[in-house]
Structures are given as C-alpha cells and as structure tokens.
C-alpha cells in the first residue's frame, strides 16, 4: 500500500502541476482569477475526442489551439472590459464555465471516449502502473517546467515578470499588455486543455465528462491557494501536496474513497485560516 502511494502520488503530483499552473500563470501576470479553468479543461478532453479522427497526435496539438484561441477571444470580449472589478471577474468567468458546459452537453450531449495516448502497463516498486499514466506524469513535468524556463529566460517571459511586478511601468517601456494578457489566457487555456487530455485518458477511465469541470477548478484552486497565488514554485510543490493527501486519505481513511473529492477544499481552507499567502505567496514567483 505504502508502495501504492509513493508511486501514484507523484504521477498525480505530475499531472496536477500542469492543471494549475496555466490558473496561477494567469493570475500571475493579470491578477485575474479565471473561474472559468475548469471549463477550459473539460472542454479540452471534449477537443481532442473530436480532432480524434485525425489521429492521436494531430488531436495533442490541434486541441490546445483550438481551446486557446477561445480563451484568448474570452478574454478580449468578456474579462478585459471588466479589468479590474474581480468580483464582476468571478462572476463573468463562472458564468462562461456553465455557458461552455451546456454548449458541451448539446454539441456533444453527457460524455465522450479520450483514447489513450499509449497502451499497456509496467510494474514498478510492485506497483501495477499504466504507460498512459507515466507518459501524462513525464509530459505534464516537462510542459511545467517548458513554462518555467520560458517565463524566466524569454523576451516574452520578461514582459510578463515585468508586467506582473508592475503594470505601469511596463506600458512606459513599451509593453502592449492587452496583447500580453490575451496571449497568457491563450496559453493558460492551452495548459488546462493538455491537463483535461491527460487526466481524461489516464485517471478517468478515458472518458470526458460535461460535468468534469467543478473538481478540477476545486484542486487547481486549492494547489494554487497552497502554494501562493501567483507562484509557478509553489504551484508545482501544492500539486505534490494535494495529490498526497488525497492518496494518503483514499487508502487510509475510513470510506476514504467516498470523502476524497473533498480534500482539496479541506486544505485550501485550513491554509486560507493559517498562512493566507500561501507557501509562497507572491504576484508572480519564478524562483
């Protein structure tokens, strides 16, 4: 059991990382706080079923483009006129969660196949583990920390740290940040749609849900609150966290697997009580 949890903790520690860090990459840059992420992911796994017959590969990156254009649009016509005013911003960005869902249920109707990148399984430490799992872990870290060095090493990455740190002064140097923040949904959009892929195809039996949005939200908050809003750093040490706590109480927990689910909230709560910056609690940590 120990074995178990080792194991599979770190492959969903992996996973999660990718599914926060495109809500703190957002955040980060324009302090908006995109309650519509959930959203982007369900409708990422819905993408990539339908780019299927395209092929497995052409789905991967066609999906991602496809979802970040429409963040990029979202933001442009629905957040950017509302800059600013983040209750308006929650309750826009909810709103567009419920509109994508039904837009969801009536193209695609409850639930659709994400095949598996990769077939078969392997054991590891006596742990019967599958490839599609592994390979969701390796390409969810190498995406993070892709995103971690462009941020800290590119021109682009510059002007969302300068931008993050202050607005202002970044306009004067000549940043056009309305053009920056879209493409940061863009991106964020790009990241949860990935995340929605893998999740859907190696936790969630290869099926994407209409209604798969609400919990990923719930955790990608929580990882997010745990480690600092705002911080690439603590987004990756929240996600290892949360995806250990919910093994720890699925497999030791009385009827653990019926209270999982709640986990995320549970944590998010005590470290809003305790330490609300979180671990890490700044705008935009790349360190």
Partial sequence: MIEGIIINGA????????????????YGVSGVVNLAHGAFFMLGAFM????????????????PIFVGAIGSIVYRLTIHP???????????????????????????????HVAPLVEGWTIIGGVRVSYMKLL???LSLGLFFSLWIFITKSKIGKAMRAVSQDREAAMLMGVNTERLYMLTMAASAAFATLAGVFIASSLLAGQASAYMWLQPLFTSFAIVVLGGLGSIKGTLIGAFIIAYAEHLVANLAPQGGQIVAAVPIVIMVLIILIRPKG???????ME
């Avoid at 492959?11 to 957002?26: K, P, S």
């Avoid at 990539?48 to 999906?63: D, N, Q, R, T």
């Avoid at 671990?279 to 940590?285: H, N, P, Y």
């Fill in 279 to 285: 671990l890490f609690g700044k705008r935009i940590e």
């Fill in 82 to 112: 509302i800059l600013g005013d983040d209750v308006a911003i929650m309750v826009v960005t909810v709103s567009l969660a419920l509109i994508f869902q039904q837009l969801i249920l009536l193209r695609f109707g409850f639930s659709a």
């Fill in 48 to 63: 990539f079923s339908a780019f299927g017959p395209l092929g497995v590969i052409p789905a991967l990156i066609l999906a």
């Fill in 136 to 138: 969701a872990c390796a």
């Fill in 11 to 26: 492959i969903l520690g992996g996973i999660y990382a990718l599914l926060a860090v495109g809500f703190t990459l957002i």
